[in-house]
């Protein structure tokens, strides 16, 4: 069946809504509006104005109040609207939903779901364009997810909603509109990373928006001879890192592609997890192909130029590979 | 201020110990003079400086060892005075070979030849791989980025390897030493042609009769020590040769042919402790055959006696063989990296030869080419070879 | 006015409030022998609030506190040994050693912390009012934060949300004065604190914080009046505390003249002299009280001494749920 990222998000909110009553959704123009990406459209009508609550614009107020409600028993899935906004409630985020069951010494889980949507590629300039999901994959106690398919964007949240810990999805502002076919079995784990496509002769590890454009890539290699593997690491933590490794011992080589800053990004830890676990794998050095060290410009092809694009994630494999 | 550096004295230096400085602080020296003595594990080498100026400060002391590329010495540009140059930082004595008898690790090189600073590039699953099947790395030409040695280098090493491999056993004697570091040296440099160059080989009888007679006429009334030896004309014969296939000439380095613009001819010398060097003689062609006589002993005498010049060393842009003396027909070599072919002459010996329609006697020598397929084709080889062969029927021409 | 209550609950006001200061004051001891370490906020002074308050509140009713929040630990319920143990950082403390002094926790007394971020305790209180609300639960969800906090964004939010969806949350303010070293006066325009929070259309109530009869009868008609579904309900407890904020703190912000007068208004002296003037207190019971406290402190020190450290093996623990 084909649908869009938009309908598999949609969908897999209807049923965890229509399943569980503990579940709720709450966040700013989920209700009225449909959501700022549509994905609640006809909520409202279906389960009322409870179990759609749409909030005021307090970032801080309604994450840190869906970790109480998640510690009171509920099962509240929080939409900030997009990665940008969230900072606005790292310190509930950070400073409590992550770190209560250890506080706690293990008395106190926080069953929350937080969805944002992230990343640039629309000329909405450097507020609302940033890839910060490696700032969220650095803190232990949350879990974080990168629905790069329309499987995982159908698939995620079930298992999410399971997790009795927070868990942060981040869903690519530009997916929304990708269309694809649902695969039979949607179901899936949020535990690994998963290879997209067969290679020997690159691994190009990814995750989020990204994903297109490395297979992109990958077609234009493979019409040159090359045979890249495309890993999406669609869970940015704890990061499966045997799955990286396993591909490494195949190739021997990698290039990593995030749409986040490269210094200090999740590419930076995907780098060093690589010489760690594989450096006696490695056959050449690992690269990155990441946004350029600006903040976001608003005019398109700035814009472009900012972000990794398919051309550069060309170039990076040849010069691993050495051709 | 100039600085002197050790050069490379061959494909296969890693490092030299300073025997003897043959200037003094405030010397002045010339372009090609010869300013030190330096040990490499083949030779005593005369090294030779190829610029002008005036020995500043001697940075290593005889005996030291010290890797290829160090600043040996620092020496004042012409205008350059003592009170304006600072004084260099004196390098860190390399340890003394006697206390520790083996280096700790691979040296910088690159590419064969150049060198950088930092280690070697070599990926660290083509290291690990190595030491796994047992391949020298040092010995495995790179072709991954900059020259990278990568996993496919390792195993199309391996690959190559399995068809010869020897390894001399280590031997403690000292002298045996020597002979065993030069085994390990030439073991290196012929196991890296091995696997890096695609060789090709081609065979040509070459009909010796006139070269023989013009040289027993040229040598009738010479004094012994001024005779001239069929060896040289062979030398003659292939730089003359080489002026129209500057392929066969030159260096590959990089993944680029290099050629020569002139022929320096290294000739095999084998040594009587066992062994053997091919240093150069420069300019073969643009020499007479008196002259490169002259160049012949001299450099064969140098050799045995271990006193060999840096650029006889560094230079050679081809290498001739002759192996006849020892009464094999014919020699099919292994390239000396970085050059790309080496010619091969066999003993002359009397064979049924037909001449204008007519079964005769004809002295014959063997004439063989290994060459470096990367730089050229069976093809052109052929074409070398007759030239040579044509080069030796017009004995009064070289 | 006469204490309003029967003995034997007077009698337990100021057992609890006995039992908070001999507590601490032997914390301020145990830091100096290194005992207890990070950092520790005592509540000497301020006892009248948590007493009073919490024993207006149910057993099913939620409590979030700050990190100056021994004191609610204990009259919550919580053992001292259970609380002295965390504050050793022993595997029975009461957090498992993990949260010390600013993280007591209790999830059989509904205790969500033990939060040390000003004004981090607030969203989570509305959360957990949101739960009760929307499960059906009668339950009144307390906060307790210092006027310091009134100053975040997170206040103002919190009380946004509270009152738009009505939400039962008792807001109690426990406005000390000073945030850390900064008097009311140098860090809000707006210093009358009720105002503030009845911009939000909340009922407000403003009490003496140095009188646990005063506390303990305001927390009683906020309680009230939250439980019966009216929404939030924000109370000003005033009071001040004697010892500085934390160990850490050279007290330079203010004059002694002023801690020495409102010592002369301590919740302890002066409830136990009401009591006596009442004739619901003796000298002697006051001593068996006191004496009471004091074997209390001594045996969880010995329990807290004698606990067991957790292996660091175990250090990767508590992260996420097994």
């Not at chain 1, 450097?126 to 994959?137: F, M, P």
Request: aromatic share 6%; net charge negative; hydrophobic share 45%.
């Amino acid at each position: 069946m084909k649908m869009t990222y938009r309908e598999a998000i949609r969908q897999a909110m209807f049923d965890a809504l229509a399943a569980d009553p503990r579940v709720f959704l709450m966040g700013e123009d989920v209700g009225r509006y449909g959501g700022s990406y549509a994905c609640s459209k006809g909520f409202l009508e279906e389960f009322g104005a409870e179990r759609i609550r749409d909030t005021p614009l307090s970032e801080l107020g309604f994450v840190g109040a869906g970790i109480g409600a998640a510690l009171g028993g509920l099962r509240p899935i929080v939409e900030v609207m997009t990665v940008n906004f969230s900072l606005l409630a790292l310190d509930q985020i950070v400073n409590t939903a992550a770190a209560l069951r250890h506080m706690s010494g293990g008395q106190f889980s926080v069953p929350l779901v937080l969805r944002m949507a992230t990343g640039a590629g629309r000329q909405l300039a450097a507020q609302h364009s940033h890839s910060l999901e490696n700032w969220y994959a650095h803190i232990p106690g949350i879990r974080v997810l990168a629905p790069a398919t329309i499987g995982d964007a159908r698939g995620m949240l079930a298992p999410a909603l399971a997790d009795p810990d927070p868990v942060v999805i981040f869903e690519h502002a530009q997916l929304y509109n990708l269309e694809g076919a649902l695969p039979d079995d949607w179901r899936c784990d949020i535990a690994t990373a998963a290879v997209r496509r067969e290679g020997t002769d690159v691994s190009l590890i990814t995750y989020g928006g990204s994903l297109p454009k490395v297979f992109a890539a990958a077609e234009q290699l493979a019409a040159e001879g090359i045979d890249a593997e495309v890993i999406d690491l669609r869970v940015l933590r704890p990061l499966d890192t045997e799955t990286i490794a396993a591909s490494l011992r195949k190739t021997h080589k990698a290039v990593v592609v995030d749409e986040g800053w490269k210094s200090g990004s999740l590419a930076a830890e995907v780098m060093a997890r690589l010489v760690e676990e594989c450096f006696y794998d490695l056959d050449a050095p690992p690269a990155r192909v990441c946004s350029e060290e600006v903040p976001i410009p608003y005019a398109r092809h700035m814009e472009e130029a900012a972000l990794p694009q398919v051309p550069k994630i060309v170039s990076a494999v040849k010069q691993v590979i050495g051709k | 201020m100039i600085e002197f550096k050790l050069p490379s004295l061959g494909a296969d230096m890693d490092e030299g110990k300073l025997l003897e400085w043959k200037v003094r602080p405030g010397d002045t020296v010339k372009k090609g003079q010869v300013v030190a003595i330096v040990d490499t594990s083949k030779a005593a080498v005369d090294v030779e400086i190829w610029c002008e100026g005036t020995v500043f400060e001697l940075l290593t002391e005889p005996d030291e060892t010290i890797p290829v590329g160090t600043v040996m010495a620092t020496l004042l540009e012409a205008g350059e005075s003592a009170e304006t140059a600072k004084r260099a930082p004196r390098a860190a004595p390399a340890p003394k070979a006697a206390a520790t008898p083996s280096h700790p690790g691979p040296l910088p090189r690159h590419g064969g030849e150049g060198i950088v600073s930092g280690r070697r590039r070599v990926s660290p699953a083509a290291r690990k791989h190595a030491e796994e099947l047992g391949v020298d790395i040092e010995t495995v030409a790179g072709s991954g980025p900059e020259g990278a040695v990568t996993l496919a280098d390792v195993e199309q090493a391996a690959a190559a390897a399995k068809v010869s491999p020897t390894r001399t056993a280590a031997v403690t004697d000292k002298v045996a030493d020597k002979a065993a570091e030069m085994r390990r040296a030439i073991a290196a440099a012929m196991g890296r042609s091995k696997r890096e160059i695609p060789h090709y080989y081609l065979s040509e009888p070459v009909p010796m009769r006139r070269a023989t007679e013009w040289l027993a006429q040229a040598n009738e009334g010479r004094p012994i020590t001024a005779r001239l030896l069929m060896a040289v004309l062979q030398l003659k014969a292939v730089a003359l040769a080489l002026r129209k296939f500057p392929e066969m000439n030159g260096y590959f380095r990089d993944g680029a042919f290099q050629p020569a613009t002139a022929a320096h001819i290294g000739v095999a010398i084998s040594l009587r402790q066992g062994g053997l060097i091919a240093p150069a003689i420069h300019d073969v062609g643009e020499k007479s055959l008196e002259q490169l006589m002259l160049d012949l002993a001299d450099l064969v005498k140098r050799a045995r006696a271990g006193s060999l010049r840096s650029s006889e060393m560094s230079d050679p842009t081809i290498t001739v063989t002759n192996l006849g003396e020892q009464g094999v027909a014919a020699v099919y070599g292994v390239i000396y990296p970085p050059q790309v072919a080496l010619v091969g002459f066999g003993r002359i010996g009397e064979q049924p030869w037909v001449e204008n329609n007519a079964l005769g006697v004809m002295p014959v020598a063997t004439a063989s080419l290994a060459a470096d397929h990367r730089v050229s084709d069976g093809h052109r080889g052929a074409l070398f070879l007759a030239a040579l062969r044509d080069q030796l029927q017009e004995p009064e021409k070289l | 006015m006469t204490v309003p209550y029967d003995k034997p609950f007077a009698q337990k006001l100021l057992f609890d409030m006995l039992r908070i200061r001999r507590m601490e004051e032997k914390c301020a001891e145990l830091y100096g022998a290194q005992k207890i370490r990070g950092f520790l906020h005592l509540y000497i002074g301020e006892e009248a609030c948590a007493v009073g308050a919490l024993h207006a509140l149910a057993p099913e009713d939620n409590i979030v506190a700050t990190y100056r929040e021994h004191g609610h630990a204990l009259v919550r319920g919580l053992s001292m040994n259970a609380i002295m143990a965390e504050m050793f950082g022993k595997a029975s403390g009461c957090s498992g050693g993990r949260g010390g002094s600013m993280h007591l926790f209790d999830a059989q007394t509904r205790l969500y912390g033990g939060n040390a971020i000003v004004g981090g305790g607030l969203p989570l209180a509305v959360g957990l009012a949101l739960a009760d609300r929307m499960l059906g639960r009668p339950a009144v969800t307390a906060c307790f934060f210092g006027e310091g906090a009134m100053a975040e964004g997170a206040f103002h939010e919190s009380m946004n949300l509270a009152a738009l969806w009505r939400l039962p949350v008792l807001f109690c303010c426990e406005n000390n004065l000073y945030a850390m070293g900064t008097a009311l006066a140098r860090s809000e325009a707006q210093t009358d604190l009720c105002a503030k929070a009845a911009s939000y259309a909340v009922p407000t109530l403003k009490a003496d914080g140095m009188d646990v009869v005063a506390v303990h009868e305001a927390a009683k008609l906020a309680a009230q009046h939250v439980r019966d579904g009216l929404g939030p309900f924000f109370l000003e407890l005033q009071t001040y505390r004697f010892r500085a904020h934390s160990m850490f703190d050279p007290e330079l912000y203010r004059d002694k003249a002023e801690v020495e007068a409102w010592k002369t208004r301590g919740p302890l002296h002066t409830f136990s002299a009401r009591l006596k003037a009442e004739g619901k207190l003796t000298e002697e019971e006051f001593l068996a009280f006191d004496a009471q406290a004091n074997a209390e402190v001594q045996a969880s020190v010995d329990f807290a001494e004698a606990a067991e450290w957790e292996p660091v093996e175990d250090l990767l623990k508590d992260v996420y749920t097994p």
